[in-house]
């Protein structure tokens, strides 16, 4: 089970209405779509944060306005970020709107060359890690190269050695590209290569320490982290589930 507090109020299409300072429970609230509609969520560890949260009944009370609450509990946040001495606790939940994997990142490339695909790249948001899909016909060896940039924008190489027709993650399954800018390889491929998302995911900047994970709620006891590139891949991926990522970053 995670807790959050929410941070800026929510407008549903249907007219609802979430304050800042509510408590969401994922046990029994769609924070998911609380998110998706506009919500910032912080963790109920936070503690000014969580004291700002049971100060806002009080002003509610009193008739305090939509801004004043926010302005109170962004407040709040600004005093976490200062109080950790330059470090921040940010959270990203991504649910059911994650799509699975499987996005075409590039229009298939068919055999006939070795490949030196430079265009038309379009990367999904959130930023996924990538798959190659070697067709029929693949060679063995044939060895890709996936150029782009990081979260933090800068240069970035990643090499695969495909050993003939299959799905081979580019990477270690969480470095997700933040751009790719170009995808060759070392002969003809032999079969027709797409180049698609994988499971992993970015929280959007790079992190430090040892996030949390959450599926569903429950801790993911051993996902796959990779701090400079800001990836995650949790050990149940998959686009039907709700992920929490709780996660340390260097302030600028």
Known sequence: MAVFYLINTVVFPNGNKLLPGRKLDDA????????????????????LVAASA???????????????????????????????????????????????????????????????????????????????????????PVVFTVKGTKVDGSAATLTKSCAGAGTYDVGDGAQAFETVTSLTSDVDPGGTTDLKTSDGFSVGEVFSGTPVVS??????????????????????????HAYAVRYDTTAP
């Open 28 to 47: 029994v609230d769609n924070v998911a779509a609380i998110v998706a509609a506009g919500g910032e969520v912080a963790p109920t560890s936070a503690l």
């Open 54 to 140: 049971r100060a806002l009944s009080a002003h509610s009370l009193k008739g305090a306005n939509e801004a004043a609450l926010e302005a109170i509990m962004r407040t709040a946040i600004e005093g976490e970020q200062t109080f950790e001495g330059g470090r921040k606790t940010s959270v990203l939940v991504a649910g059911a709107l994650l799509p699975a994997k499987g996005v075409s990142v590039h229009a298939q490339v068919a055999a006939g060359a070795a490949l030196n695909v430079t265009t038309a790249f379009t990367v999904p948001y959130p930023r996924r890690a990538l798959e190659i899909v070697l067709g029929v016909g693949g060679v063995n």
């Open 215 to 240: 599926v569903d709620g429950v801790v993911d006891a051993s996902p796959t982290l990779n701090a400079a590139w800001g990836g995650v891949k949790s050990t149940a991926p998959n686009g039907t």
